[in-house]
């Protein structure tokens, strides 16, 4: 939608900002919505002023675990200014030190299972113990996935208050998510031994007075990485920069094989594909890298007689 040029009281012709246009709309869906609940509407506008859309991790209106809301459809809405991309850790460097950053054996794996499984911080504090399987499936259980893997979803009753949100899925492991989970296991059993009874997957180790042994936190988890973010010379703003990297890295083809949009979609656990597509931002820089990375033509000159 685009906004009309008015006068303003200076005779000056300007433009209202798309921000202004958008929010004087809000006010006017409310009213018809509100006309049309009351009967008061003889045509189906007010049905037509909205649609359902879902809004990512990290941005805005999605908060850290994303939301789906009610806004007006896009051909009401003003086009003028672009979306803000999802934050990521785009310097290859600074990745490089994200992973080899002297952490403890907690955080060590938290970091670690946030970065190589693209979990959301909420699912990641409602994992229990019982929910990795990185030996392959146990016995006696309902799983029987041979391949080391964890379960995303189960519980919606946590200590913490975490919630997954939405749907279950089963996701894969990297060797090197399989180490720092052995390392973090034996830390835990080291400080906490038979005081350990938390069924969480994520406990304070490192608290002191009653904390230690209680399921992690968000607030734990969101200083971590904050302070990870600084020592790594690339600012986090919270977990979901972690995610939103494995995602970028995925479609791209960084530091891995690229990976199809559907398939990235079904390891992040996004209900729609459109909700996928917000990984393949900063398409510009992309391309200019892409084709300046090409090997220049090499000439022989000979000798000109």
Not at 23 to 42: C, I, K, Q, T
Not at 178 to 184: F, R
Not at 200 to 212: M, P, Q, R
């Amino acid at each position: 939608m685009i906004s009309t040029p008015y006068l303003d009281q200076r005779g000056r012709q300007r433009v209202r900002s798309g921000n202004t246009v958008n929010a004087w709309l809000v006010p006017l869906r409310g009213f018809y919505e509100w006309a049309d609940a009351e009967g008061l509407l003889s045509s189906d506008v007010a049905q037509h002023m909205t649609q359902l859309r879902y809004f990512g991790p990290g941005s805005q209106a999605g908060g850290e675990q994303g939301a789906t809301r009610r806004v007006l459809v896009p051909e009401l809405r003003s086009s003028s200014e672009a979306p803000p991309e999802p934050e990521w850790v785009s310097d290859p460097g600074a990745r490089q030190r994200l992973l080899d950053a002297d952490l403890n054996a907690r955080d060590r794996f938290l970091v670690d299972l946030l970065y190589f499984s693209g979990v959301r911080i909420g699912e990641a504090l409602s994992l229990f113990r019982q929910d990795m399987h990185f030996g392959g499936a146990p016995a006696g259980g309902s799983c029987v996935e041979a391949s080391a893997h964890f379960h995303v979803g189960e519980n919606l009753q946590t200590e913490n208050r975490a919630s997954p949100k939405r749907g279950r899925r089963l996701l894969y492991v990297t060797e090197i998510l399989i180490d720092s989970y052995v390392e973090y296991v034996l830390e835990r059993d080291r400080l906490l031994g038979d005081l350990d009874t938390s069924q969480h997957l994520f406990v304070n180790l490192y608290s002191s007075g009653e904390d230690n042994g209680k399921a992690m936190r968000y607030g734990t988890a969101l200083k971590l990485v904050r302070r990870l973010g600084a020592a790594i010379e690339s600012p986090m703003t919270g977990p979901h920069v972690l995610r939103h990297t494995l995602a970028t890295r995925l479609v791209r083809g960084l530091e891995c094989e690229a990976v199809p949009l559907d398939v990235v979609q079904a390891i992040l656990g996004h209900r729609s594909i459109s909700s996928t597509r917000i990984y393949t931002h900063d398409l510009e820089r992309a391309k200019r890298n892409a084709l300046q990375s090409q090997k220049p033509r090499v000439f022989a000159l000979g000798e000109v007689e």
